[in-house]
């Protein structure tokens, strides 16, 4: 087993999340749990799920398996998951943390997030990426932050969860839930990488003790043949993932790569040992485009960034 070399970040409310996670979105079934063992095993600390992704159960038998050998305790991860956008009512909050909680085989979550600032229609337990109407549009539910945000909090009342946070907000939906948030957003989860930098983003979760997690460091492998990121892996000895996602550590964001590959699992652990001189920072951050590859409103129909 390799040693454990987690770098962490404190949030708002006085706890650690480690700096590099591992991201299972898209890690397909009868793959994931094994992927989510070679990450342990690899190093990784900070496991990042979801519901919506239909593998929390594979991921909670890994789980089991890595605890019952004794490889690791629950105590020594740190596990997110999200809230799902059809189940934003607060009645259905806690329900579906119940159920993502019996999928991990857990008792609480270190980090739970709203997936999305966007409430759908409710389509059960059985979830729907986005249901439709008649004519092909996402059918929103008339559910108010407020009251999602209100249950996320009784969570941690209650001790399932011990932080809480969003992801894919923008500056005026955390506006809106700090002017009434008994707890405040310890997360928000972004796309963040050197085509989509977020700088104002940055600037206003920073002023308001909010961490950022980045997700799609790669930018959906569009930066993988980036010429500018390619010279800069050469001249550092590393992989483009390792610039990419050490660019991320350096911005003060976590940073949850994803693969389902055992060596590039291993290699892209490989951040911690090394920094990318101010001058390269500066020529990666240039490289900005504000190229957003994860777009709600080609997944969903909804521009809420527009």
Known sequence: MTTNKN????????????VIGFGTWKSPKNVVGESIKQAIKAGYRHLDCAAIYKNEKEV???LKEVFDSGLIKREELFITSKLWCTCHSKENVEKHLKITLADLGLDYLDLYLVHWPLAFEYTGECLEINPVDENGNTKLARIPMRQTWEAMEKLVDQGLVRSIGVANCNVQTIIDILSYARIR??????ELNPYNTQQRLKYFCHLNGIQLTAYSPLGHGKLITDKVVCELA???????ANILCRWAIQQGFTVIPKSVNPDRIKDNFKVLDFKIDESDMSILNNLNKNLRTCDPDSIFGVPIFA
């Open 234 to 240: 050469k001249k550092y000895n590393r992989s483009v």
């Open 7 to 18: 770098n962490y970040l404190s949030m708002n409310n006085g706890k650690k999340i480690p």
């Open 60 to 62: 909670g038998a890994a």
């Open 185 to 190: 957003p310890a997360m928000n989860q972004v």
